[in-house]
């Protein structure tokens, strides 16, 4: 699952946690992006093979305003 979550800045990071199917916790990921501003991460999608972890959604450029950020994960 993923989302955003208030980072130790005080802006909200792309937030992402993954589960295994027994509902135990996998991992944990959190991303702030190089401006330390509003980054929100709004979807998620797995590769055909679930190796791979995509998430995708807007961070805080700076000078450049918010910018489209995707991040792959590894699913292991």
């Not at 998620?44 to 807007?58: D, Q």
Request: no cysteine.
């Amino acid at each position: 699952m993923t989302g955003q979550s208030e980072g130790p800045r005080g802006s909200p990071d792309y937030f992402t946690i993954a589960y295994a199917s027994s509902g135990a916790k996998l991992w944990v990921s959190r991303f702030n992006g190089p401006a330390n501003g509003a980054d929100a991460a709004s979807a998620l999608a797995v590769s055909p093979n679930g190796s791979t972890v995509f998430v995708t959604g807007g961070s805080y450029g700076g000078s450049s305003n918010v910018d489209y950020l995707t991040i792959a994960y590894d699913a292991g």
